[in-house]
């Protein structure tokens, strides 16, 4: 038996325990067959499966982990979304073997299609980076013959995500009730600037505002300096991560209930959780934050310095470390000096220490601080370029770079996934497409549309086709 057929076979098991198999018959059209098929071909084994006493999850341990089976496959995921927190992640999910379908504006598609320079070609940098392994479709949604396209896409897919307004898509007949009632099981994930109701939830999202609002920006730039913006849309990511596992575990508890959800995820909230110690000081304390710079606020020393020609961020976390640090300095006298004995006494005297170590470290280029370094078991490292973030070796064996030729702007390289699974490996990606690639593909393959009703909406500019095949 293939290991495919296994993990259908568990799925179909788990949903029909569930007493959810009314809800798979729900589904376009298309799957009905498939689906009567294999409940057919494996209704004897449903009633042994039933007594059994070990879990499915038990049977999965004895698949052959050779073949390469990607853990989403199978799932169809409808993008509504546009930037970066929601693109960024369904790209993930597409990582993950899901489908994804891309729904842009006819014409202008995604915002950040216009974000450069730079291009390549006429593809913005910024679009490339987080769109690989998704089709794109160009409907007009305010038609209403463009939100039924999406309604009954909706109807054949397993997860919806999206990033408008509160009450917007409501008005298109889009919203979570209208779909739910369309399709019961269909994971429904909104991602806002503030939340669903609230004072706040009607404001549009920005990452920089949310990063201001959220504290993040308070903490973030030199001691004694202004608050600064991160270097990347870190609010803006933070978000896609909580909602790329929100909505693994949305899949999970369907599979489960048979019954959809409606997730929501907003920038606000992922920032806010993601202030953790910060947030919890002051819950805790009232203890007010403030800038730190690279440094830490509560481990000395913990921070970067400048060297001869860059420069070295150093972490002594311990008092042994320090020690080391002393010795690799060739300051071995203050590791004995009593008032820095302890990290405790190190915080309280940290200018007058960091003076030291400073000018000392100025004294060598970063490279041969790291050979010093090397092997003390002390953390440190370069604070790299960009370049050279791209020229570590370490970056090229994790498969950070990833290389794909695009449709139109030729070969292009975007950040590859983080993650690793022993199961299986990353497929070819797929470039990311140019707006409306897939669009008559789409209707035709998924929607069953006949060739005279795609012609009839690519005439009224309800859709748009790219003639880029």
């Known amino acids: 038996m293939s290991r495919t057929l ?37 209704q004897p084994e449903i009633e042994t499966h039933q007594t059994r006493q070990h879990s499915s999850s038990l049977q999965l341990s004895n698949f052959d982990p050779g073949e390469n089976v990607q853990p989403l496959e199978g799932i169809k995921v409808l993008d509504l979304t546009r ?17 994804i379908i891309k729904v842009e504006r006819p014409g202008a598609g995604d915002d950040t299609r216009s974000w450069g320079p730079p291009f390549v070609g006429n593809e913005s940098a910024y679009f490339l980076s987080v769109n690989r392994n998704k089709k794109s479709i160009a409907v007009n949604l305010k038609d209403p013959k463009g939100a039924k396209i999406i309604l009954e ?12 307004l509160p009450g917007k898509l409501e008005k298109m007949g ?20 503030y939340g669903q109701t609230g004072p706040m939830s009607e404001l549009p999202g920005y990452d920089s505002i949310a990063s201001a609002v959220s504290g993040m920006m308070h903490i973030t730039g030199p001691e004694d300096g202004d608050p600064v913006r991160p270097g990347v849309a ?7 991560l909580y909602t790329h596992g929100a909505i693994m575990a949305a899949l999970l508890q369907r599979h489960r209930t048979g019954r959809g959800v409606h997730i929501d995820c907003n920038l606000l909230s992922s920032q806010v959780a993601c202030l953790t110690h910060i947030a919890a000081n002051y819950l805790n304390s009232g203890k007010e934050a403030k800038r730190w710079g690279t440094a830490h606020e509560s481990i000395v020393p913990y921070q970067g310095f400048k060297t001869k020609d860059g420069y070295l961020v150093v972490a002594a976390g311990n008092d042994k470390q320090f020690v080391k640090v002393c010795k690799v300095l060739g300051l071995n006298h203050l590791s004995e000096e009593p008032k820095y004995k302890s990290n405790t006494l190190r915080v309280q005297h940290r200018q007058e220490l960091l003076h030291i170590l400073s000018q000392r470290l100025l ?10 370094f090397e092997g003390t078991g002390v953390p440190c490292g370069p604070i790299n370029s960009i370049q050279q973030v791209f020229s570590e070796p370490q970056v090229a064996h994790n498969g950070l770079i990833l290389e794909m030729n695009h449709p139109t702007a030729g070969k292009i390289a975007v950040p590859g996934p983080a993650v690793r699974f022993s199961t299986f490996e990353s497929r070819e990606p797929i470039p990311p497409p140019v707006i409306g690639q897939h669009t008559v593909q789409v209707l035709r393959d998924s ?4 060739d005279d009703v795609i012609n009839q909406l690519l005439a009224s500019g309800t859709v748009a086709q790219n003639e880029v095949q």
């Open 6 to 42: 296994m993990c259908y076979k568990s799925f179909t098991f788990g949903l029909l325990k569930s007493g959810a198999n009314s809800y798979l018959f729900r589904q376009h059209p298309s799957r009905h067959a498939n689906l009567r098929r294999l409940l057919s071909s494996i």
């Open 83 to 99: 930037v970066l927190a929601g693109p960024f992640a369904t790209m993930i999910l597409g990582d993950l073997g899901a489908e």
């Open 153 to 164: 896409l909706a109807g054949m897919c397993d997860v919806l995500v999206e990033n408008y």
């Open 174 to 193: 889009l919203g979570f009730k209208e779909v739910h009632k369309a399709a019961p099981g269909l994971v429904y994930c909104s991602i806002t600037g």
């Open 234 to 240: 870190m609010t803006d990511l933070a978000t896609g």
């Open 363 to 372: 004294e060598e280029e970063t490279v041969e601080w790291l050979r010093r």
């Open 447 to 450: 929607l069953s549309y006949t």
